[in-house]
C-alpha cells in the first residue's frame, strides 16, 4: 500500500483557519504556498477586510462613547452586538470554507474574489 505524501492541511482547512483572526488571513497572503492557492487567498482577503472593517466600527463606537457618557450603556450594547455579528459571521464563513463554499459578503466578497483571481 503506497504512502500518501499530502502532510498539510487541506485548501478549504486553510480557508477556514483564515476567519479565526486575522493573523492566520495575512500569514496565508504573504507566504508562499497558500498565497498562490486562489480559494485560500479569497477566505484570506474576505477575512482580513471583514476585520477591518469591524476593528473601524469599534474605534468609532468608543471614540463616540468617550463624547457621549451619558448614553454609555447605549454604545456597549452597540459594541456586544457588533461582537456577536462579528463572530457569527466569522464562523458562518469558517464553516462555509470548511465545507467547500466560497460565501461572499456584501461588496467585500466581490473585491475578495478579485484580489484572489490575480
Known amino acids: 500500500m503506497p504512502v500518501s505524501k499530502n502532510h498539510g492541511l487541506s485548501e478549504n482547512s ?21 498565497n498562490k492557492k486562489a480559494y485560500v487567498r479569497f477566505h484570506a482577503w ?12 469599534f474605534f468609532a463606537l468608543s471614540y463616540l462613547n468617550t463624547y457621549h457618557e451619558s448614553i454609555a450603556y447605549f454604545y456597549l ?10 463572530f457569527l459571521v466569522s ?3 469558517a464553516i462555509q470554507a470548511l465545507n467547500g463554499k466560497s460565501v461572499k459578503l456584501p461588496v467585500i466578497g466581490a473585491w475578495a474574489e478579485k484580489q484572489s483571481s490575480k
Open 14 to 34: 486553510l480557508g477556514a483557519i483564515a476567519y479565526i483572526t486575522v493573523v492566520p488571513a495575512i500569514f496565508f497572503l504573504a507566504v508562499s504556498p497558500y
Open 46 to 57: 474576505q477575512s482580513t477586510v471583514f476585520f477591518a472593517l469591524t476593528f473601524i466600527l
Open 77 to 86: 450594547g452597540l459594541y456586544v452586538l457588533v461582537s456577536l455579528v462579528w
Open 91 to 93: 464562523l458562518w464563513c
